[in-house]
């Protein structure tokens, strides 16, 4: 996969633009247009540059697609990765999980939004909606053993607590604007207060 970190030197093209501004551009039309409703010549408008100086970067439309989605999803299997250091039971490595995936969100809105928007029109978006069903997995999972441990409800089933959790979450992307005052552990507090306050079993008195 192309290297599109912060740490990687810059590729810079004949007309200046690097693969990351590049990127920037490419998903901010994606979002407003829909992937399929935007072209190389848009894209190269919105530039102003030709489309040969886009080829310089990224052979394809695709690939840029592909660059995008990957950008959030590795984000967020790198908060998976992260689950075999959180200590506690499983409930408390599914908050972990939610609440780092919200600091994804936060982080990397434009692409998420666009993760979130894909519908399986090409291979891209078909191999970014396989992955997004194994991080679906891997919170049902997470459930699925809280559930077993006594900490979340029982008469919510995995697979639907997994869903009404990162149904919340993923509706960040409508509302949440980073420069909007909230910051992202706050935003994650909240989250985490309205999820987890209404699917924990409460100790009797």
């Known amino acids: 996969m192309t290297d599109t970190s912060p740490n990687r030197p810059a590729k810079r093209g004949r007309p200046g633009y690097d693969l990351e501004s590049l990127l920037a551009v490419a998903v901010k039309l994606f979002n407003e247009r829909g992937y399929d409703g935007t072209s190389m010549e848009d894209l190269s408008r919105k530039l102003g540059i030709t489309k040969s100086a886009i080829y310089h970067h990224v052979p394809s439309k695709q690939e840029l697609l592909r660059l995008a989605v990957n950008r959030a999803l590795d984000g967020l299997f790198a908060e998976v990765d992260k689950l075999d250091t959180v200590e506690g039971r499983a409930i408390d490595r599914l908050e972990h999980l939610v609440r780092g995936s919200v600091a994804v969100l936060a982080d990397q809105l434009p692409f998420v939004t666009l993760l979130l928007r894909v ?15 194994e991080f679906d997995h891997i919170v049902t999972d997470l459930a699925g053993k809280a559930i077993a ?24 992307i409508e509302w949440y604007r980073p420069r909007g005052g909230l910051r992202a552990p706050e935003l994650a507090d909240m989250v985490a207060t309205v999820a987890f306050d209404g699917l924990r079993v409460r100790p009797e008195a």
């Not at 519908?119 to 069903?133: F, I, P, Q, S, W």
């Not at 441990?149 to 990162?166: C, E, H, K, Q, W």
């Open 119 to 133: 519908r399986g029109n090409t291979k891209v978006e078909r191999d970014a909606l396989a992955r997004r069903r």
């Open 149 to 172: 441990d006594g900490d979340l409800r029982a008469d919510v089933d995995p697979a639907t607590a997994a869903r009404l959790l990162f149904g919340m979450v993923n509706s960040l």
